[in-house]
């Protein structure tokens, strides 16, 4: 199997901290695979990590900004050092290649006639709507290495849906290459995540002792069952995961307000994990990935920037409460010691 990532599916985990991207790096040591990743991808993916410690940055200088209002006392780091950070993504992806875990695909100056030719022509990646010069070399690249070497049971792993497939079908959870790029290549599959091509490729690319297969059918991976391994050892994670994502929250990103913008602080209160729902075990040697969604309840209070104020007046002043419902995609390890671990969590979402 020759997998290729797309920017698309790094951004939000360029370091592979996720539980499938760590268990398809595993994977691609013990299994005959490929992984390839264009030099593109890896300029854009420091770009897009640029992007991130600046959003990062604003988070910190407003939580800063609280705790100098309040003289409170802190131990940590109270500022990100981009160089620093920059270096450390850089060593990740150098340390993949020189491991052989990974390789770099450079893009052709031979592509150039052909790029400008599809620009004029508006002919996909690129649309009439956007100009997706990256996408379109990133594509080429990889269609010119598949070809030249006529490799087969290719992987084009994106979550860049409108730009590389078929968006009708995309919307009946179909995923395939458009029509149009099918022209350059017929080799490539696609898959949004590194969840979805573990779990769509089991045969290929999960394996499982004996032993772990046994012991695995003895068990009952209900709601109920997986709610409790949550809430008796995550609940602290969870919870922590939550109030990190309020407190880059304005007011108004809680309560309407049509009138005028909110601005001031979020913060929450008691905390409720009642659901867990859409269960998936995924088995991998002597152990597995129990992953799913969460429902937590939340109390929650916001505060609003008190821009005239009398002095001696506080700088907020109560705005509102209410209750949310929040969703979050999780996933962890679990094996025969019944001991959870390596939590993780995607996809804050507040639903009501």
């Given at each position: 199997?020759?997998?290729?990532?797309?920017t698309?599916?790094?951004?939000?985990?360029?370091?592979?901290?996720g539980?499938?991207?760590?268990?398809?790096?595993?994977?691609?040591?013990?299994?005959?695979?490929?992984?390839?990743?264009?030099?593109?991808?890896?300029?854009?993916l420091?770009?897009?990590?640029?992007?991130?410690?600046?959003?990062?940055?604003?988070?910190?200088?407003?939580?800063?900004t609280?705790?100098?209002?309040?003289?409170?006392?802190?131990?940590?780091?109270?500022?990100?050092?981009?160089?620093?950070?920059?270096?450390?993504?850089?060593?990740?992806y150098?340390?993949?290649?020189?491991?052989?875990?990974?390789?770099?695909l450079?893009?052709?100056?031979?592509?150039?006639?052909?790029?400008?030719?599809?620009?004029i022509?508006?002919?996909?990646?690129?649309?009439?709507?956007k100009?997706?010069?990256?996408?379109?070399?990133?594509w080429?690249?990889?269609?010119?290495?598949?070809?030249?070497?006529?490799?087969?049971?290719?992987?084009?792993?994106?979550?860049?849906?409108?730009?590389?497939?078929?968006?009708e079908?995309?919307?009946?959870?179909i995923?395939?290459?458009?029509?149009?790029?099918?022209?350059?290549?017929k080799?490539?599959?696609?898959?949004?995540?590194?969840?979805?091509?573990?779990?769509?490729e089991?045969?290929?690319?999960q394996?499982?002792?004996?032993?772990?297969?046994?012991?695995?059918?003895?068990?009952?991976?209900?709601?109920?069952?997986v709610?409790?391994?949550?809430?008796?050892?995550?609940?602290?994670?969870?919870?922590?995961?939550?109030?990190?994502?309020?407190?880059?929250?304005?007011?108004?990103?809680?309560?309407?307000?049509?009138?005028?913008?909110?601005s001031?602080?979020?913060?929450?209160?008691y905390?409720?994990?009642?659901?867990?729902?859409?269960?998936?075990?995924?088995?991998?040697?002597?152990?597995?990935?129990?992953?799913?969604?969460?429902?937590?309840?939340?109390?929650?209070?916001?505060?609003?920037?008190?821009?005239?104020?009398?002095p001696g007046?506080?700088?907020?002043?109560?705005?509102?409460?209410?209750?949310?419902?929040?969703?979050?995609?999780?996933?962890?390890?679990?094996n025969k010691?019944?001991?959870?671990?390596?939590?993780?969590?995607?996809?804050?979402?507040?639903?009501?």
């Open positions: 199997m020759n997998i290729f990532l797309d698309s599916v790094l951004y939000k985990d360029p370091f592979w901290k539980n499938f991207f760590n268990e398809l790096i595993e994977i691609v040591k013990e299994k005959e695979i490929n992984l390839y990743i264009s030099n593109i991808v890896l300029m854009e420091e770009h897009n990590y640029k992007k991130i410690i600046e959003q990062e940055t604003i988070k910190l200088d407003k939580v800063n609280q705790i100098n209002q309040y003289n409170i006392k802190i131990n940590n780091l109270t500022s990100i050092n981009l160089e620093e950070s920059l270096k450390t993504l850089n060593e990740f150098n340390q993949l290649v020189k491991d052989d875990t990974i390789r770099i450079d893009y052709s100056n031979d592509m150039l006639p052909e790029i400008v030719q599809r620009a022509e508006r002919k996909k990646p690129f649309t009439e709507n100009t997706e010069l990256k996408d379109t070399i990133i080429l690249t990889y269609v010119d290495f598949v070809e030249k070497h006529k490799l087969n049971d290719c992987i084009l792993l994106t979550s860049n849906i409108s730009d590389f497939c078929d968006t079908k995309a919307k009946k959870d995923f395939e290459i458009h029509s149009e790029l099918q022209k350059d290549s080799r490539f599959k696609v898959y949004k995540a590194p969840k979805e091509l573990i779990q769509n089991k045969l290929k690319l394996f499982i002792s004996q032993r772990f297969s046994v012991w695995l059918e003895d068990q009952d991976f209900s709601n109920n069952f709610l409790d391994i949550i809430k008796e050892s995550f609940e602290k994670e969870i919870t922590r995961k939550i109030e990190r994502e309020y407190e880059s929250l304005e007011p108004s990103d809680i309560f309407e307000n049509d009138e005028y913008y909110v001031g602080y979020v913060s929450t209160g905390f409720d994990i009642f659901e867990v729902d859409s269960i998936q075990v995924d088995n991998f040697n002597e152990e597995c990935i129990i992953s799913g969604e969460v429902y937590i309840s939340c109390d929650v209070e916001a505060y609003e920037y008190n821009s005239v104020r009398d007046e506080d700088s907020h002043r109560f705005y509102g409460e209410t209750t949310n419902v929040i969703k979050l995609i999780f996933s962890f390890y679990y010691t019944e001991i959870p671990r390596s939590l993780n969590l995607d996809n804050f979402e507040i639903i009501e």
